[in-house]
T-cell receptor
């Protein structure tokens, strides 16, 4: 595609529910990154993929968070048993290879009530 | 100690002036350095990247890197109100992780 796309753009859920966020990277980009940005804060690294592999999962806040990538393209970030502190904007970025410039998607705004 | 430090601002400059944004990083193994601009409610967009010591110019923007001092800056010449945004410094370490600073908010006053 022309750019990184993410869905849904907004998600409101109740505490305790599971949510799934989707990222569709730029076509041909092998590296994919997930970040979280709380209101007025910087970007918090969550996880990155090189192809379908996630060499570094150290940024995931807890075992409620998981991510996968299939076919070297689309990635999903799943948050189980959501908590109010999970409320944030979740940003996905892709790059042609690790270490190269990242291009960001529009983000998913998650609100946990 | 955070990997990337930025002054949160806000930095206020008059229209037409030079805005100077600064960033320091902690890991000497850092490979590449990026400046992103983020408008309120929007996602970050790349302005410039720099790999080597010295200056890199692109239009009104100049990135400066000093690896010995672990310091990278962004100069914006002839600042415009449309430049008002939060500027994020990002550092790439070992081609694996990107560390972002918390950003500096810039206000350009007409």
């Amino acid at each position: 595609g022309a750019g990184v796309s993410q869905s849904p753009s907004n998600k409101v859920t109740e505490k305790g529910k599971d949510v799934e966020l989707r990222c569709d990277p730029i076509s041909g980009h092998t590296a994919l990154y997930w970040y979280r940005q709380s209101l007025g804060q910087g970007l918090e690294f969550l996880i990155y993929f090189q192809g379908n592999s996630a060499p570094d999962k150290s940024g995931l806040p807890s075992d409620r968070f998981s991510a996968e990538r299939t076919g070297g393209s689309v990635s999903t970030l799943t948050i189980q048993r959501t908590q109010q502190e999970d409320s944030a904007v979740y940003l996905c970025a892709s790059s042609s290879n690790t270490g190269e410039t990242q291009y960001f998607g529009p983000g998913t705004r998650l609100l946990v009530l | 100690q955070k990997e990337v430090e930025q002054n949160s601002g806000p930095l206020s400059v008059p229209e037409g002036a030079i805005a100077s944004l600064n960033c320091t990083y902690s890991d000497r193994g850092s490979q590449s350095f990026f400046w992103y601009r983020q408008y309120s409610g929007k996602s970050p967009e790349l302005i410039m990247f720099i790999y080597s010591n010295g200056d890199k110019e692109d239009g009104r923007f100049t990135a400066q890197l000093n690896k010995a001092s672990q310091y990278v800056s962004l100069l914006i010449r002839d600042s415009q109100p449309s430049d008002s945004a939060t500027y994020l410094c990002a550092v790439n370490l070992n081609f694996n992780k990107f560390y972002f600073g918390s950003g500096t908010k810039l206000n350009v006053k007409p």
